[in-house]
């Protein structure tokens, strides 16, 4: 089988250290795809966008990993190309600014190749076309560098299939009040499929050709890694979609699952390696978490914690904007019904009281962060947990793990990462009981 071959660019990675993760300097940009394709056993060749200081190693490091050939395809200058990773949202490209990137002349080396997968970047992709045959067939993993679906029309007629994630700014631009949205406009570029990777609510693959859609589910872990794994999903996905899209859909979700859960190459290949033991039946029968980006916002989220302006409160902030980076609806009771000052009248501390728990009412689940104890947040996971409603308690510091606290909670961790994964959890069944 001829090698799928990858257009895009190479970045180091620099993630700083933060307690629980190591400090850690790869090679990332398509390298990540390249990784799930040399673990899958999917054979490959790169064409690359980088500073001309990377070259060499990237050459070396991919052929080491499976690469067959690598071709040299643009040079970036006024920017070392360097990502400076800080958490799970928090992507710094250095003097992104100051980018230019000059595509090289590569003569006839990538007229051979027929399967494309292009990451589009800081490149001009009618230039890159250029320098393929009229046969190609284009499939696209649109990130960051693409706010505008029209700089593919070059392609119309050639086009496979198009990837998307929730967090880019052309699906916030375009889709995310609808998915609806978007569907002409990949229709418009004669795509087979649309895939629509929504984190920790898994996917949604549309088939428009067969007018289809297969929801595959996420699997939750610990995640200690959540640079490319959408990249290992979509390379993966197209590498196998000659057996089918839909199989070739879940064996990349798969991959992209073991990719989140290391940074360790080998350590990755051996876990793809077996779950490419599995049948795509076995998998399917895994399960998992499906809960679709637009539906999160129909169940409202009350935020137990001392919300006070007057707290020092950073794991708080720190949550609320994880909740709200996927699409869910926090509702702040100390926002919408007022900050009370102290030694506030009786009278109104019980009309204030009646309103926060009205509003407590209104929501499906609790999300809370007890920092020191506060007796309100307490007191609020109490009526929450004795209405059946589900809480989901961060517990950063470690001030409250006992029996009614951890007993009490649907999810308890002082680990924000598996707090969410237990919002997702919680959600996902509200979502799916009511679907």
């Known amino acids: 089988m001829a090698p799928l071959l990858l257009v895009g660019e190479i970045i180091v990675d620099f993630t700083t250290a933060r307690p629980g993760v190591e400090c850690k300097l790869r090679l990332g940009g398509i390298v990540h795809a390249a990784r799930g394709l040399w673990a899958s056993g999917i054979d490959y060749a790169v064409a690359a966008v980088c500073p001309r200081y990377v070259v060499d190693q990237a050459k070396r490091y991919l052929s080491a990993h499976g690469c067959l050939e690598f071709v040299w395809l643009g040079e970036v200058t006024g920017s070392p190309g360097v990502m400076v990773i800080g958490d799970d949202q928090g992507y710094e490209d250095l003097l ?3 980018k230019a990137v000059t595509i090289l ?11 494309v997968l ?19 067939r284009f499939s696209f993993d649109i990130a960051y560098d693409t706010a505008d679906p029209s700089v593919l029309k070059v ?9 998307i994630s929730t967090s880019s700014p052309l699906f916030m631009r375009v889709g995310s009040e609808t998915v609806d949205a978007m569907l002409p406009l990949i229709e418009d570029l004669g795509a087979e499929v649309f895939l629509l990777k929504e984190n920790r609510g898994g996917s949604r693959l549309f088939n ?12 939750l872990s610990v995640t200690v890694n959540s640079v490319g794994v959408g990249d290992v999903y979509t390379a993966v996905m197209v590498g196998l979609s000659r057996a089918g899209w839909g199989d070739a859909a879940w064996r990349g979700a798969s991959a992209a699952t073991a990719y989140s859960q290391t940074t360790y190459p080998d350590d990755f290949r051996r876990d793809v390696e077996r779950s490419l033991k599995l049948s795509v039946d076995e998998l399917r029968n895994l399960g998992g978490t499906i809960l679709p980006w637009h539906a999160r916002p129909l169940f409202p989220i009350y935020l137990a914690a001392p919300d006070f302006s007057y707290t020092d409160k950073p794991e708080v902030d720190r949550a609320v904007d994880a909740l709200k980076y996927h699409n869910f609806n926090v509702r702040r009771p100390i926002e919408e019904n007022g900050e009370l000052p102290l030694g506030s009248p009786d009278a109104v501390l019980r009309q204030t009281f009646a309103k926060d728990l009205g509003i407590l009412g209104e929501c499906e689940v609790v999300f809370a962060v007890p920092l020191d104890r506060d007796p309100g947040t307490l007191v609020e996971m109490g009526f929450a947990m004795a209405r059946q409603q589900p ?3 961060f517990d950063p ?16 961790s002082d680990n924000l990462d598996q707090c969410l994964n237990g919002i997702f959890d919680a959600v996902s069944k509200l979502w799916m009981a009511k679907s």
């Open 118 to 136: 292009i990451f589009p970047g800081s490149f001009d992709l009618a230039q890159v076309r250029s320098a393929f045959s009229d046969d190609a």
């Open 208 to 219: 428009l050709s067969k007018g289809s859609v297969d929801a595959i589910p996420a699997q």
């Open 155 to 163: 392609f119309s007629g050639n086009v496979k299939g198009i990837a």
């Open 96 to 98: 992104r600014g100051e």
């Open 105 to 115: 002349d590569v003569g006839n080396s990538l007229a051979a190749y027929h399967e």
């Open 397 to 412: 510091r470690r001030e409250n793990n006992n029996t009614m606290v951890a007993g009490g909670s649907a999810r308890y």
């Open 391 to 393: 809480v989901i308690t």
